[in-house]
């Protein structure tokens, strides 16, 4: 079967892989519908893997599909069912496991697609409990963005910053895919959105997302705009996932009390913190990774009730990926960048952005 694999830095290739064979015990066989990419498979097609891997490596962390068929012991979802893939690979035994906080497993043994073989391929065995049965009005491409797009958010705003109706956030990088997401997710939950772009052909569409305000960071200093906009209050929350390049500012941006939650560091992983303003603002930081398989499940049903909905930027077949990374790379994206292994088309975005 077809399969996406990583051979190298920079060496990704389609190539041909062993079918798996009968789904084993608790396991179910699901064929692979969308993946959807995301900085973290640039960051592996650079060669940045957080821990040692194995090459050849079939990329991909975030996946939907379709159950086929289920091994001895396997339950929670039934052949014919469409899932969204969790993905990382828990061990469902830790204390975190026990009570739903997937996401902070002791003995996590890695990340598909990064770690361990990823989902753009056609066919993967995996455990059913990793496995978010899709709802009715929640497709295969809203359930391949549930994982990490929307899941993500969902734990940064709701579990971490407990961002309430009414209050005032400021997200980072709006039209990225997680970016789009926040927009939306903040906004539906009756939120006051001011969002940074980094281009003025991005600001329409985060306006139609519903951002309230949008500051192009790359000609406007964007502290000093939120500043202005709440008439020197600050932001209650500020959505960090970009790092070195704006959390001094996004910092001096929230007001007393405010919080600062962070999921990222494309721009770079270390950065300089003003204690005094730490303190004395009385702020809270709060570091996010990855979701809950609860997170999954609440955004799927936000997608099936219409109350948002994945925004696309370019659909691609298995021809199309390593043209798609270098785009994500160089940050040409509105919204997600997705492989459609159904419709298996060539890479043909435009770059503006569609809801799905």
């Not at 498979?41 to 975030?62: H, S, T, Y």
């Not at 961002?163 to 039209?175: D, F, K, R, S, Y």
């Not at 997680?178 to 939950?189: E, S």
Request: net charge neutral; glycine share 12%; charged share 20%.
């Amino acid at each position: 079967m077809r399969a996406l694999q990583l051979l190298g830095d920079r060496d990704l290739r389609q190539t041909e892989i062993d079918e798996p064979g009968a789904p084993g015990f608790g396991e179910a066989r699901v064929r692979i519908k969308v993946v959807a990419l995301n900085h973290i498979d640039v960051w592996g097609w650079r060669g940045m893997a957080f821990a040692k891997r194995k090459l050849p490596l079939v990329i991909g962390a975030e996946a939907s599909g379709v159950v086929e068929a289920l091994g001895p012991g396997a339950s929670g979802v039934l052949p014919g069912q469409l899932v969204s893939i969790y993905g990382a690979r828990t061990c469902g035994l830790c204390k975190a496991c026990r009570e739903n906080r997937d996401n902070l497993c002791e003995h996590v043994s890695g990340v598909h697609g990064f770690h361990l073989d990823g989902f753009a391929t056609e066919v993967v065995n995996l455990p059913a409990r990793l496995l978010v049965p899709a709802p009715p009005g929640c497709d295969a491409i809203g359930a391949a963005l549930a994982p990490v797009t929307f899941g993500t958010v969902e734990h940064m705003l709701f579990d971490n910053a407990k961002l309430e109706p009414g209050e005032t956030i400021l997200i980072h990088a709006g039209g990225s895919g997680i970016g789009t997401a926040a927009i939306q997710l903040a906004k539906a939950y009756g939120a006051k959105v001011i969002a940074t772009v980094g281009s003025d052909d991005k600001i329409e569409g985060a306006k139609a997302l519903g951002a309230d305000h949008v500051i192009n960071y790359r000609t406007d200093r964007f502290e000093g705009v939120v500043r202005k906009l709440t008439k020197k209050k600050g932001v209650d929350v500020v959505f960090e996932h970009v790092g070195k390049d704006t959390m001094a500012a996004s910092m001096f941006s929230l007001k007393r009390g405010g919080r600062l939650v962070t999921c990222g560091s494309t721009s770079g992983v270390s950065a300089e913190i003003n204690l005094m303003i730490l303190f004395q603002q009385q702020l809270r930081l709060i570091g996010s990774f990855g979701c809950r398989m609860e997170n999954m499940a609440d955004a799927m049903q936000k997608m099936a009730r219409g109350l948002v909905a994945p925004v696309i930027d370019t659909e691609i077949g298995f021809d199309g990926l390593e043209v798609a990374l270098a785009r994500m790379e160089g940050r040409k994206v509105f919204g997600k960048i997705i492989l459609n292994l159904d419709k298996d088309v060539a890479a043909s975005g435009s770059g503006a952005a569609k809801a799905a």
